[in-house]
């Protein structure tokens, strides 16, 4: 079959698509990262929220199906293929009611079943484990302020159990979005926002911030690890702990930490590094990653501490040129903080 020159370039055009989703899906399962999609929700907020969303998904794409179908229709069938004008025609009392009413009703639909969702209320909120989590630009601090604790860039909340939390930002809006445990709440500088839920399984659950909110926008990831109810006792009570003496290496490690520029922005409870800008590094060993980026090694942490921006561009944390003896004494260090 001869296809006719204009059919061949929609073709392209479809082909060019095409291409470019297997791309997207390609390098989001080569990249290991779960992508943050709302869909196998892991608690009951979440899955009120995922409900929704197919609805809404399944809507747009049935009438982005008619009024495309519509419009190729048109420009198939309607094609002029001469030099003739064609018939001049315009308004259409009938058709012009009909998709002003059309649209109004769906979006009134959308509209109701949006305020539904939104008042449906959630699982039991019978002792709620309250957490404050704190945008900053760029990471996610987690004061568990009952257990006397912060952490960083990583969530850990039993399973089971009704979770609050606090949401509130240190600098700018920031917006707290885990699409399999929730819905996606603002994080406001003066302000807090409440958003409740209970995490039915164990889990790793990947999001990220949903609001631009400068330069290290893109590498403010979250994450929230949802821990059986005794592992995550045995969690609070070592994060509680603080931190244990060290000898040797780890100590030189220690004295350039604690009384050095680091502490001016970080925290090591039971040092005298109590600065509050950057991450509390307490228990830093015990999480998975380092500014939300790399995986949690010793090699990792020195290369970060040699050239933070180049792992994180936009980050806080300046390169403070540290001498390599340096950087093996600090990482010998922050390897102890289990
Ligand atoms: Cu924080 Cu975007």
Known sequence: M???????????GALALAVAGALFVWTGSVAGAEPPWPANPVSLEAQQVARLYQVVLWIALAVFAVVEGILV?????????????????HGHTGLEIAWTVAPALIVAFLAFLSFQTMFAGGSAREHPLTVQVVGHQWFWEFRYLDDGFATATELVVPTGRAVRLDVTSADVIHSFWVPRVGGKIDANPGFVNEMWFTVEEPGTFQGQCAEFCGVGHAYMPVRVLALDPDDYEAWVEAQRAAAAPVQGLAAEGEDLVTSGACSVCHTVRGTAAVGLVGPDLTHLASRSQIGGMLANTPDNLAAWLADPQSHKPGTRMPNMGLSDEEIEAIVAYLTTLE
Do not use: C, G, M, N
């Open 2 to 12: 001869r296809i006719p020159p204009y059919l061949r370039s929609w073709t392209r």
């Open 73 to 89: 229709y048109s420009v198939v069938r309607f094609r002029r293929r001469d030099e003739t004008v064609p018939a001049q025609v």
